[in-house]
Nanobody, 126 residues
Framework: QVHVVESGGGLVQAGGSLRLSCTAS????????MGWFRQAPGKEREFVAS????????YYGDSVKGRFTISRDNAKNTMYLQMNSLKPADTAIYYC???????????????????WGQGTQVTVSS
């Protein structure tokens, strides 16, 4: 199993930027597609972005397209989420997730992910 820990959250003004990191340990990092989800207070967890094994394929949720960029550095066992033009609506706890199986090239739904981090808080002030 791959274990993941998020970092990089914080408080930022609207229009600002943050970069989240997700550092993995355990099994071979490059064998697993990964993703980011977020959950705002009182709302269900929402898909943000996902990336394939070597980063050749990426998907984004409609609300973040054009503003967020997902990437990974397999040599560092780390995935990133660069968030630009942040809005108050982006305020949430952001979770890093690892797909359940090495056979999954990329995924966008929660049921496909088996390992989750503890989350990192992102707060965007207006």
């Amino acid at each position: 199993q791959v274990h993941v820990v998020e970092s990089g959250g914080g408080l930022v003004q609207a229009g600002g930027s943050l970069r989240l990191s997700c550092t993995a340990s355990g099994r071979t990092f490059s064998d697993y597609a990964m993703g980011w989800f977020r959950q705002a207070p009182g709302k269900e967890r929402e898909f943000v972005a996902s990336i394939s094994w070597y980063g050749r394929s990426t998907y984004y949720g409609d609300s973040v397209k054009g503003r967020f960029t997902i990437s990974r550095d397999n040599a560092k066992n780390t995935m990133y989420l660069q968030m630009n033009s942040l809005k108050p609506a982006d305020t949430a706890i952001y979770y890093c997730a690892v797909v359940k199986s090495t056979g999954v090239a990329i995924a966008t739904t929660e049921v496909d992910f088996g390992s989750w981090g503890q989350g990192t808080q992102v707060t965007v002030s207006s």
